[in-house]
């Protein structure tokens, strides 16, 4: 022992008991100066003991914090915790501190196969304690027990009631009241975080912490917290094994809730009574990678912290933690091309210090950081602060593990093709091009299409800002920590990627009701590149179209199996069943729309005119694809698409929105003449047409960007000002909603043009005439006039007029302003 003395203080009353809160540099700091001082022949840790074999993997060169200990149910993945440890959390500094020693280190909590197999709300002893915490965050389908450390509290699924919640209480709350505190997380910083461990005993930190913890156990027990009652019976049943085989030198670090509890004299035979009876699960325990967004509160983590960017920095800071903070914070802002320099820092130093010390605080905190780079760099706006907080205070950290970590056959098939694909998982969420002409490019469509369709979200298809073809996707990619506990669940269909999407479709496509949920399903076949599971999915389609007799399910259907001709198209896919297929159904459509459109009540006549949309669409794209079978017909289908729409324009008993939409479809692709569409709206808009029909006629005539059509078209609007001038004044309220959602939808500068217009009336200046031929809104001539007028602007953009160059620039100027009209 390198001090006896130090040695006789730590051990004089029984093990080493470090209680700590999880990820708090200041605990973590306070830890490691404990145990160089202590020299533990074992460390005993709070956490599954089943996770102890993974223990020696935090010693390799991978492995980087955050990470989390992930336990699952083997016969049902979804039940799930994670026990997070970042470089800040006294549990890791333990871990490797034991692992640098070769002190062993083992973990000594209820184990995973009882905690998992805890039912939530039920009165099997449970519970969280802001003072303690296992460090454990719920999976997807059931709440483990809460992450231990001061001030956390158990995750809880959406909607589950908790019956002990207002039993109990948070020991940080209650510690900064008695100390005259109104804010428990500023009053923790403030006695543990910004102080180091204690020079001359570094056990004081924690005699000090126990002597309140068992205050306040004293006082109120267990807190609402029955199933700590369990678990600690568990770790001190463990604590006796292990003082039984390694002596006295024994420390734990534990939730500083848990110490008042194992420094209690309990008999063996009382703790082995609580743990008796316990329900179980197997259990699978591995090591995944964390971020430091999901260690932060506002994840929803129960154990969570404000800023764990910010207390990664306390961690790392050798010195100054300060001045290299809002060093780094004028970096992120430059990047962002703000004008932030040293004299910027060195003013928010002081700012920030100034306010510690009114506040009589030892160190500036966060809050006086925050609010000096507001004033000093944001100049008072919350706009880049908030790009400060996401980057900084909480941060996109992504930890990493080894690859010899325990993971089930699809992590690591998924690990694979990640490795191959150059497609790397990242927190902080970024959108990526893909050009499917490359292969490399098309393998990573594939991929991020088979894990969705698997329920691994780690991709969401966004809008292209380039070209909308169908050779190039935009995807937008974050990874999440709980999309291990998905991979896992998605382990039960296959083995790799592809085996696991195939069945998870083929299993899809036969428990699907809806026939729009299997076109969608063969789309994303397609997207996917599945071609086994496509023969299975098409004669389950195949069935489903012959039995669907409702016009709305077939016209929902038919867009998404245009869309995989296209799809498949693109990625050389054999495409002749589906396009078959489509044609029937378009063919269907087209005999059952015009009844199916009789008799609708207004919102039924809307969806209606959705599905026409739609259909319209689809018809286009069907009938411009070159793939398909033999004799399908596709040239024709948009002439007889066409006749479907002129019966529903002509017939009285379909619904206004659906008859105008039929004529501006028609007016669209060119099949009417603009006289005879004014001669429709002209019969539509007479004095005998009841003004609600009227304008849901209009509504679906101009509607979805058919403002131009007014702005171009005088008679048009003539029509439309006129009959709206004309709607009597009882009836105007009644129109006046479908009116607004109309026009509201128009761009503003239409909305100003046709003000315009109606401004100027029939009497005022003409509107510009159309070239014979040419474009809507042009003048058959320059106006030079106009174009004399941006010379002078011309000539400041570029730049003084030398005799031969200026006059060579300006005239190609004056030439392409004279071009535009």
Sequence with gaps: MSDDSAWGRAYARGPLLLGVRHHGPGSARAVRAALEAARPDVVLIEGPPEADPLIPLAAEPEMRPPVALLAHAVDEPGRSAFWPLAEFSPEWVAIRWALEQGVPARFVDLPATHSLAWDTGTDAPHGTDAGDDTGAEAGAQEEADPAEGAGREEERGPGEADPERDLRLDPLAVLAETAGHDDPERWWEDVVEHRGPGRRDPFAPFTALEEAMTALRERYGAAGRPRDLVREAHMRLKVRAARKEFGDAV???CGAWHVPALREKATVAADRALLKGLPKVRADLTWVPWTHRRLARSSGYGAGIDSPGWYGHLFRAPDRPVERWLTRVAGLLREEDRIVSSAHVIEAVRLAETLAAMRGRPLPGLSETTEAVRA??????DVPLALVHDRLVVGDVLGEVPQSAPAVPLQRDLAREQRRLRLRPEALERELELDLRGETDAGRSRLLHRLRLLGVGWGEPARSRGSTGTFRETWRLRWEPELSVRVAEAGVWGTTVLAAATARAE?????ARALA????LAELCLLAGLPDALPVVMRVLADRAALDTDVGHLAQALPALVRSLRYGDVRGTDTGALAGVAAGLAERIFVGLPPACAALDADAAEEMRGHVDAVHGAVGLLAETPTGAPGTGHADLRARWRSVLRTL?????VPGVVRGRAVRLLLDDGALESEEAARLMGLVLSPGT????????????????????LVHDDRLLTLVDAWLTGVPAEAFTDVLPLLRRTFSAYEPAVRRTLGELVRRGPDGPA????RAGGTPGFAAEPDSGRADAVLPVLRLLLGPD????GTRGMTEAGSLVEVGG
């Design 517 to 520: 949920d299997v076109t969608a």
């Design 507 to 511: 299993a899809d496509a036969t428990a």
């Design 802 to 805: 030398p005799e031969h160059e």
């Design 690 to 709: 009841p003004p609600v029909d009227a304008a849901a006629w209009i509504e679906g005539f101009v509607g979805g960007g058919g403002g131009m059509l």
């Design 649 to 653: 324009a002509l017939r009285d008993t």
């Design 767 to 770: 509107v510009p005439a159309t």
């Design 376 to 381: 000093v760099m944001c100049d008072g706006s």
């Design 251 to 253: 420390a734990v670090v």
